[in-house]
């Protein structure tokens, strides 16, 4: 439980490391606005992957993602200065899709309440037609 709890707060200092450097270090137009949603390290510490969303369209995104990627080194040897552990974990950036797939779930459940509220309408109408 504790190393759990204890690769959180990693998790979490990292996130908020990794926001800073891209903000305020990393002088690549393309990158654009880019949020930091999550990060996931390896039980070993030696990998982490970075969730991070931008602002625009999806040609937007992937010009931000392929500047990350660039900078990749850049950002590490920055997070290794700030970090006070034995070994920086190698950063992988990945577009993270979490919002998109939310708003794909709220629109099928949209779709199929409209379905349920037709049907009903249907049945209604054939009630009253056959009252008649």
Known sequence: MASSV?????????????S??????VKDPSVGFVTINDV??????????????FLGKNERAQ???KALNRAKGFIRS??????????TPELTFVID????????????IYQIH?????????????????EE
């Open 20 to 25: 800073e450097i891209i903000q305020f270090g």
């Open 97 to 108: 899709k979490t919002e998109e797939h939310g708003r794909h779930i709220e629109d099928i």
């Open 63 to 65: 010009a931000g993602l």
């Open 40 to 53: 996931h390290v390896s039980n070993d510490h030696s990998y982490a992957t970075v969730y991070c969303t």
């Open 114 to 130: 409209q379905q349920e509220e037709s049907a009903e309408e249907v049945s209604e109408a054939v009630e009253n037609t056959e």
């Open 6 to 18: 204890k690769q959180k707060r990693l998790e979490g200092i990292i996130r908020k490391n990794i």
């Open 78 to 87: 920055e997070l290794a200065q700030r970090l006070d552990i034995r070994r």
